[in-house]
């Protein structure tokens, strides 16, 4: 899944943007072009699309709201690394105009719960890691999940899973799982485990699978390691 980015010289309500050549995947971001100090965000525009990325917050807020877009155009995409390693943000929302997070667009930093909206197609890898999240929920748009996602947040309990993703890997959820005791799911998504797997994940897995892949809420008894199924 590689996009294009074209060498391009933009003009943008005074800002420059200046674009160059490079390949660019689900898990390596190319270079692009910039608009540098535009209300806390570096912006670039790849030649071939009508959207904007947000490549790097420059602010220090808690609690960010993102823009829909900037200058008349829309932001569809949140860059590699873009809000990481600030270790402060606690709460961010995402419009519905982004498409795409990037590799550790989020990671690092301080957020309890997030909204992702259903718009949302790639979560690259590690974008969510190393945050306090409780709850993930992954909308029905979302089709591409990438290694180590959500990793490193043990405060999780709670996953519900939507009806776009056909394959997930317990490695989306490493070292977050210890302490989930409700998943909701739905019908026909091919689980694949770590080696050695986590019980949490493993224990899951039997289950949806005794259950012949239907969809539901599957919820764990922490005293009998037993998790049930319940229509959802």
């Given at each position: ?9 933009i ?6 943007v ?74 961010v ?13 989020f990671a ?40 180590g ?11 519900t ?7 997930l890997?317990?490695?989306v ?6 302490n ?47 998790w ?5």
């Amino acid at each position: 899944m590689k996009r294009k980015w074209m060498p391009h010289v933009i003009a943008i309500a005074g800002f420059v943007v200046f674009g160059a050549l490079a390949l660019g995947s689900a898990t390596a971001q190319p270079e692009f072009g910039m608009i540098v100090g535009a209300d806390d965000f570096e912006f670039g525009v790849p030649a071939d699309d009508n959207g904007v990325m947000i490549i790097r917050y420059l602010g220090a807020a808690r609690d960010v709201q993102i823009p829909t877009q900037v200058h008349g155009m829309p932001i569809t995409e949140i860059g590699s690394q873009a809000f990481f390693g600030g270790a402060h943000l606690a709460s961010v929302t995402i419009p519905d105009s982004v498409i795409h997070i990037w590799d550790r667009a989020f990671a690092n930093n301080r957020l309890t719960n997030v909204t992702i909206p259903n718009s949302i197609v790639t979560i690259g890898s590690w974008a969510f890691e190393m945050n306090s999240l409780t709850s993930i929920t992954i909308p029905d748009s979302t089709i591409f999940i990438w290694d180590g996602a959500f990793a490193n947040n043990p405060t999780l309990t709670g996953i519900t899973i939507g009806n776009g993703v056909g394959t997930l890997y317990e490695g989306v959820f490493a070292g977050s799982l210890r302490n989930v005791t409700r998943i909701s799911i739905g019908a026909n998504v091919r689980l694949q485990s770590s080696e050695p797997s986590c019980l949490v994940w493993s224990g899951f897995r039997a289950a949806y699978e005794a259950n012949g892949h239907r969809a539901g809420i599957f919820t764990l008894n922490p005293d009998t390691g037993q998790w049930t199924w319940q229509s959802r």
